[in-house]
């Protein structure tokens, strides 16, 4: 019964191929039928759009605003533990979506108020077409229509309106969002900037994050191109000279501190288990070269006595140490190189700096840091002695005095005279660091400013030895930004590519050295500290 029955059932249904073919057929029509309702949307939007002339809400917009804003308030009213912060949030939330259609409306106003020329020929592009993107905006997404055509000089499609409102070809973010993924992620890896980009009310993948990041990377590089390639032609260093002059200052000193530091770069992306099958090592060490510029007379001390420096300039570079001269070249310039009475630079031993330095500042004084220079003594009191022990310390501490009163050659001398006791393994130890002092005792004058500061302690200095008393010993200043930029870029376990790091380090460079503005332009509607 059961069985005959399901057979007839079956008989009078179509056969499965029928049914597919139906159904596809069935889809089919859904698809175009939606294709032509949202075609037709389309169309309407984007005729609304096109007569868009000013961002403005309607007073139904205005008044479900309000109304929403104020059940929000009343909620926390009603709440005895929710604080002002449950306020502020409200607040925010509620205004999101009001700003993010003001925010459309002005960003379509001025797509529309773009013309639809070539940027370069200034000719009327042809063929004209509009077209609309979504934009990942600080009030959430935004959705513009813009004319577009085709410039038959460039052979080009042009889109005029996304240069006006600051846009990428190819990325979603609004400056706003390029500008926070910028400085979130040269502080920060994406993973954790995520989050604290949702706390300020920003929805960001860490994708857009880090894609965004490296691009605005890459826009940094290309400013600081361009401000280097000032230093190439006559005319432009002269107008250069002319932009930086100020004021006749006192004759002042420029300080120019050097240092390095290795930063972790994995060469060949893609192919780490090709890489790990045949034993080669997935990773390199690689210098980056740090650079930092200021007036001598913008040194100063806290009630602490740690030295503070009110304003200064940087450079850091993955790119060796002759780019790295060049960039801070042209920070020095804007540090008032022209006027300065003198150029004093101070770093560590590696020779490669000195001779970089000599090429671009020829008549610098140098200077090796002095505590660099009791380092190396104190690994041979090491040596001779064991780590740490007493007869180390009662060793070094007349050799330390002697550099401390510029007397390095006898100091090399009595390091010399020490050779013939010592076995041959020693010897050679004691040799490298006779021919370290060798190299540098040009660069060893600590004497004056020892006894200036001494004199102003005692209150007997001179105005001379006040001045002098400011310069820095040693590069410490240099050595703090080091291990600033390694807070974010020597990370456990992290790894760069030389395109990654040198161009987020460039962004972070930016931000330091006060010129955000220049990549961002808006910040000075809000942030004058910034430029
Ligand atoms: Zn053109």
């Not at 009603?78 to 306020?87: A, D, K, S, W």
């Not at 780490?272 to 740090?290: I, K, M």
């Amino acid at each position: 019964m059961t069985l005959v029955a399901a057979t007839t059932l079956h008989s009078r249904r179509p056969h499965v191929k029928v049914r597919q073919a139906r159904q596809a057929q069935a889809e089919q029509n859904q698809r175009l039928s939606d294709q032509i309702i949202r075609t037709g949307a389309a169309l309407a939007e984007a005729a609304a759009a096109a007569t868009v002339t000013k961002a403005e809400l309607t007073d139904a917009e205005l008044q479900a605003w309000r109304q929403d804003l104020e059940a929000r308030l009343e909620t926390v009213q009603q709440h005895p533990e929710q604080n002002l912060g449950f306020i502020e949030e409200h607040l925010a939330l509620g205004a999101r979506e009001p700003l993010r259609l003001l925010a459309q409306r002005a960003a379509q106003a001025k797509a529309n108020a773009t013309p639809c020329r070539c940027r370069q020929c200034q000719v009327e592009l042809v063929n004209q077409k509009s077209l609309s993107r979504t934009i990942d905006s600080r009030f959430g997404p935004l959705v513009v229509f813009r004319r577009y055509g085709w410039c038959s000089h460039c052979e080009v499609w042009h889109f005029p309106a996304d240069y006006a409102l600051g846009l990428a070809r190819n990325a979603p973010a609004s400056p706003y969002l390029q500008e926070v993924s910028a400085l979130l992620v040269s502080k920060m890896p994406p993973e954790q900037a995520v989050r604290v980009a949702e706390r300020f009310g920003l929805k960001l993948s860490r994708c857009l994050l880090h894609r965004e990041a490296h691009r605005q990377g890459l826009k940094a590089e290309a400013a600081r191109a361009d401000s280097l390639a000032q230093l190439d032609t006559w005319e432009d260093l002269q107008q250069l000279a002319r932009a930086t002059e100020g004021p006749p200052a006192q004759p002042s000193t420029l300080v120019i501190e050097i240092d390095a530091w290795n930063i972790r770069e994995r060469d060949a992306w893609g192919q780490t288990e090709a890489l790990r099958s045949q034993g080669q090592p997935l990773s390199r060490w690689h210098w980056v070269y740090v650079g930092t510029v200021f007036r001598l007379d913008h040194r100063g001390q806290t009630a602490g006595d740690r030295a503070v420096i009110s304003q200064r300039r940087y450079a850091v570079t993955r790119l060796g140490v002759e780019a790295l001269i060049r960039q801070l070249y042209r920070e020095a310039i804007d540090c008032g190189l022209g006027q300065a009475k003198q150029v004093l630079v101070i770093a560590d031993g590696a020779l490669w700096i000195w001779n970089a330095v000599q090429d671009r500042f020829p008549d610098a004084r140098q200077r090796l840091d002095l505590y660099h220079a009791d380092q190396h003594l104190w690994t041979v009191a090491h040596e001779l002695y064991g780590p740490g022990t007493p007869e180390a310390a009662q060793w070094v501490a007349p050799l330390l005095r002697q550099v401390r009163q510029d007397k390095t050659p006898a100091m090399i001398k009595a390091l010399g005279e020490l050779q013939p006791g010592l076995d041959q393994a020693l010897q050679k130890k004691v040799q490298t660091q006779i021919e370290y002092f060798e190299s540098h005792k040009n660069r060893m004058h600590y004497r004056d400013i020892i006894r200036a500061r001494k004199a102003v302690a005692k209150g007997t200095a001179t105005p001379a030895q006040y001045l002098q008393a400011n310069e820095p010993l040693g590069s410490g200043a240099i050595e703090s930004t080091c291990r600033q930029y390694q807070c974010r870029f020597k990370r456990t376990g992290q790894f760069w590519s030389l395109a990654g790091d040198e161009a987020l380090m460039c962004l972070e460079t930016f931000w330091r050295n006060g010129r955000w503005h220049q990549l961002y332009p808006h910040v000075k509607l809000t942030s004058p500290s910034l430029n």
